[in-house]
């Protein structure tokens, strides 16, 4: 299975980005998909959580409202849409597959696919 994130690019504080994860196959081992990012020196961080279901999503408290995570089932295909973007939140963004609880969805580790990342840079 791979996953493949996309929707990267260079754009101004205060903008939006859409990025996008699509399967490569439907998982039928897991039950959350999630994004993460990283920059350098430092660890991967949760960004946002999804259900499989679609139904339940989750997100880092420092992302909460401007960050949203959805899901089109029918295309296998996990969006994060991020508005009111800021130098901070300049990293490479992951898409990750796996099976997680309500203590282990932050958690990397907790999931088993990962897409290859997209580099996203907030500067004027």
């Known amino acids: 299975v791979q996953l493949q994130a996309s929707g990267g690019g260079l754009v101004q504080p205060g903008g939006s980005l859409r990025l996008s994860c699509t399967a490569s196959?439907?998982?039928?081992?897991?039950?959350?998909m999630g994004w993460f990012r990283q920059t350098p020196g430092k660890e991967r961080e949760f960004v946002a959580a999804?259900?499989?279901?679609?139904?339940?999503?989750y997100y880092a408290d420092s992302l909460k409202g401007r960050f949203t995570i959805s899901r089109d089932k029918s295309k296998d295909t996990v969006y994060l849409q991020m508005n009111s973007l800021t130098s901070e939140d300049t990293a490479v963004y992951f898409c990750a597959a796996g099976r997680a609880i309500a203590s282990t969805r932050r958690d990397p580790n907790a999931y088993q696919y990962w897409g290859q990342g997209t580099q996203v840079t907030v500067s004027s």
């Open positions: 999804i259900s499989w279901s679609g139904r339940s999503t």
């Open positions: 196959r439907s998982i039928f081992s897991i039950n959350t």
